[in-house]
């Protein structure tokens, strides 16, 4: 892998599941454009992070990556290959590479199985592992969660919701993923556990050298631990910045209506207040134009007439939006 080569490369990604509903074999589907001609790319040892609202498109996402479904078009690039066209060995591979944590630890752990199982079990599908490696490998996982080895016996219905999200993110490093999906990985925690969790995300990341792309809706969080952020909106990304630019100066006004949502409102603060107003409209009909024109406060004609293509606007950062 040369050192230009990001690790994971999403490439007009795009899936449109069809709508449900009744319909007559004679006519056509409507579609949901869950994920809607998406590119980004993450580079090893470094965070993306995704925000959006609910139902824009990020586990979606998540699910592409995983390859448990089909993209309609575009491609995903593991280290440069196309990761739909993996077979045999480098299928095996890559499942193994790239792991997931998902929001709920309650539903994402199987009630039957014994902890040092649950997380041997990726790693054990994937590698002709002997007995004695598999249990040193879970110990040492457990350990680097700030579990201990002998939780191993144990089941998932005795422990609280953040150490189960500990022993989810165990069974994704257990197979030394070089990427982990965590798709809302502290939504579900109680926010004085939700710290912990980052920071464990963070020190993992500094001692593996793991990749993440970290989902989530709440901009603190993502921006905290993420170098780069992109923010969807109705299956297509909106914005894409450094986190530290996004944070100084959001651009799209999506982008700076959810800073205004998440930041708590400063009396001395000049800044325009924008809170995005009505609902998120439907993937299945979205708006003409800019999707997110009938929320947007700037709105000018052109906005419900010409779709703002993703621009450059300088070396780092790339804006939907006719403002700019
Ligand atoms: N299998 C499916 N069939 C039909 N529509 C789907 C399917 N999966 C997702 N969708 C639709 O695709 C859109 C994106 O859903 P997705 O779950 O990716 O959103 P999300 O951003 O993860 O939302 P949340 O923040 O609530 O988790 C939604 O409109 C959803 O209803
Ligand atoms: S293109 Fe128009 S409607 Fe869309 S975000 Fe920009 S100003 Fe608002
Ligand atoms: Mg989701």
């Known amino acids: 892998m040369s050192a230009a080569q990001p690790l994971l490369a999403l490439q007009n990604l795009t899936k449109y599941f069809p709508a449900g509903g009744l319909r007559l074999p004679w006519t056509q589907p409507d579609w949901v454009k869950a994920v809607d001609d998406v590119s980004v790319s993450i580079p090893a040892g470094q965070t993306l992070g995704l925000v959006g609202e609910s139902g824009c498109g990020k586990t979606t996402i998540t699910r592409l990556i995983l390859r448990l479904v089909q993209p309609t078009a575009g491609e995903i690039l593991f280290e440069g290959r196309d990761v739909f066209e993996l077979r045999g060995k480098d299928l095996l591979h890559y499942r193994q590479a790239v792991q997931a944590v998902f929001q709920d630890p309650f539903s994402s752990l199987s009630p039957r199985m014994r902890v040092g199982d649950i997380i041997a079990e990726p790693f054990t599908v994937h590698t002709n592992a002997s007995h004695q490696t598999t249990i040193d490998r879970v110990a040492e996982a457990l350990e680097l969660v700030g579990l ?3 939780h191993a016996k144990r089941f998932p219905h005795e422990f609280s919701g953040g150490q189960r999200q500990r022993i989810a993110i165990a069974r994704a490093i257990a197979t030394s993923a070089r990427l ?42 993502v921006t905290h631990i993420s170098q780069r952020i992109a923010v969807m909106y109705l299956g297509k990304i ?35 207040d924008l809170v995005v107003s009505g609902s998120v409209p439907s993937a299945l009909n979205p708006p003409s134009g800019c999707y997110f024109h009938p929320r947007c406060p700037f709105a000018m004609p052109r906005c419900s007439a010409e779709r703002p293509l993703l621009k450059a606007v300088s070396a780092t950062r790339q804006v939907a939006c006719h403002l700019y």
């Open 238 to 272: 909106v914005e894409e910045a450094g986190a530290d630019e996004l944070t100084a100066a959001p651009l799209h006004p999506y982008t700076r209506a959810l800073f205004a949502a998440a930041l708590p409102a400063d009396p001395d603060d000049q800044h325009e």
């Open 180 to 221: 982990i999906v965590l798709d809302e990985p502290v939504s579900a925690l109680d926010v004085s556990i939700r710290a912990q969790i980052m920071t464990l995300l963070e020190d993992l990341q500094r001692q593996l050298g793991v990749s993440y792309l970290f989902i989530g809706h709440d901009l603190a969080t």
């Open 148 to 150: 201990s080895p002998a």
